[in-house]
């Protein structure tokens, strides 16, 4: 069955940077889109930052040019590089992969704090 398993959370100072990866396994298959959600408490699960099979980019606009998404088709990988990060980037972050139906992440926990 397929599993991603993402890694990479953790505890950042505002201004730090973090990068967060997610592996699939259990696939013989490319997905059409990768992708990070985030939920942050009280709040709804929204878009991150997603990615096609053939690189298009599409950024939630709170994170457009402070985070960068990239794939490795072959390896089924994504990641996303987070600069400058703030407190209200606090979130669990989910990995997403999409062919048909979509799969998720168990979500890593991304804490922004002083």
């Known amino acids: 069955q397929v599993q991603l398993v993402e890694s990479g959370g953790g505890l950042v100072q505002p201004g730090g940077s973090l990068r967060l990866s997610c592996a699939a396994s259990?696939?013989?298959?490319?997905?059409?889109?990768m992708g990070w959600y985030r939920q942050a408490p009280g709040k709804q699960r929204e878009l991150v930052a997603a990615?096609?099979?053939?690189?298009?980019?599409n950024y939630a606009f709170s994170v457009k040019d402070r985070f960068t998404i990239s794939r490795d088709n072959a390896q089924n990988t994504v990641s996303l590089q987070m600069n400058s990060l703030k407190p209200e980037d606090t979130a669990v972050y989910y990995c997403?992969?999409?062919?048909?139906?979509?799969?998720w992440g168990q979500g890593t926990q991304v804490t922004v704090s002083s």
């Open positions: 997403n992969a999409n062919i048909v139906i979509n799969y």
């Open positions: 259990g696939v013989s298959f490319t997905f059409n889109s």
């Open positions: 990615i096609t099979r053939g690189g298009s980019t």
